[in-house]
């Protein structure tokens, strides 16, 4: 008999359906397996399963923010406003459990005669695709640490199991305008200091500012390793 598993959403909008406040998987039959076969099956079903729930809680996330933001049909440019729904269209997100495709809400403003995605106020600029921070570090950790950008990638869809989720070259473009932006970074943070005529003109960290810290869990418990 099949057992399920269900994750549910409390105080989920109305204006979300109901498959997209819950969800329901089915649980591998485990009885018949012994041994490493066990194992395996266990810890597959359970790797599977899981990154089906992290896809729904980040695809859930996004709708409701996406649900607010166009609520308040707010076009940037007040006054003379006049913003009306205009379809939703899909948004391509690369994150560390898959690539997913969301249906993002459109808008238009009759005063001002354009088209804007309401979501993009608080979205990190992007060409269609968006690629989250997570995944564009571990690019950069799986390309420096390899002789070439296909093994790089190679490595980084066997350790994430995911063999679609960039491509060498998406990933070679991206290992590559993090490097240009750290290097342009590097370079006029030496400029300051050359100006600098006295110490309290020098920029205290060559580093780029981040509102809030993104070290993760496991980061610190390495670094405290080997401190
Ligand atoms: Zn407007």
Known sequence: MTKWMIVQITEAPLELNDD?????????????????????????????QGKQVQQFLFINHIKRLDVTISEQRSHDKEPDCQVIFD????????????????????????????????????????????????????????????????????????????????????????????????RQQELSVANEILKATQETEIPSLPLQASPTPRRSRLGDELLERVS
Do not use: W
Request: proline content about 6%; glycine content about 6%.
């Open 87 to 182: 379809g939703k269209d899909p948004l391509t997100f690369i994150t560390r459990f898959g690539a997913m495709g969301i249906a993002i809400q459109q808008a238009h403003c009759k005063g001002h005669k354009q088209d804007f995605t309401p979501l993009n106020k608080i979205l990190p600029p992007h060409q269609g695709i968006i690629t989250t921070p997570a995944v564009q570090e571990l690019s950069c950790l799986f390309a420096a640490m390899c002789p070439s950008y296909e093994l790089g990638n190679q490595l980084l869809a066997i350790a994430l199991q995911e063999p679609k989720l960039l491509s060498t070259s998406k990933s070679e473009r991206l290992v590559e305008s993090h490097a240009k932006s750290v």
């Open 20 to 48: 997209e406040h819950s969800l329901c998987l089915p649980i591998a039959d485990v009885e018949q397996a012994t041994g490493d076969e066990l194992l395996n099956l266990i810890e597959t079903d359970a790797y599977e």
